[in-house]
């Protein structure tokens, strides 16, 4: 069971949509709770979308993110002589 303290506004709409379907509030709230986490459960993360663009285009080097320790020393190595 749970109870939720919503806006007066909102619940109009939700009372509303209600009388509109001739159903009850609770089913109301209901489906769009099924679609807010079907929506979620389906939605892309920020780095989903960008992945293959990461790291890419600022040196062209596809391997920067990975490399990046061994290639600061080979850079120490060759400025010292080593």
Do not use: C, H, W
Not at 11 to 18: F, H, L, Q, S, V
Not at 25 to 38: H, I, N, P, R
Not at 55 to 63: L, M, T, V
Request: aromatic residues 8%; glycine residues 8%; without cysteine.
């Amino acid at each position: 069971m749970l109870t939720v303290r919503l806006p007066e506004e909102m619940e109009r709409k939700i009372d509303k949509e209600a009388r509109y379907r001739r159903s009850t509030k609770t089913e109301v709230v209901k489906e769009a709770l099924e679609l807010y986490f079907s929506r979620k459960e389906n939605q892309a993360t920020p780095f989903e979308l960008g992945a293959e663009l990461f790291g890419r285009f600022g040196s062209g080097r596809e391997d920067s993110s990975t490399r990046y320790k061994e290639r600061l020393k080979e850079k120490i190595a060759g400025k010292t002589g080593r």
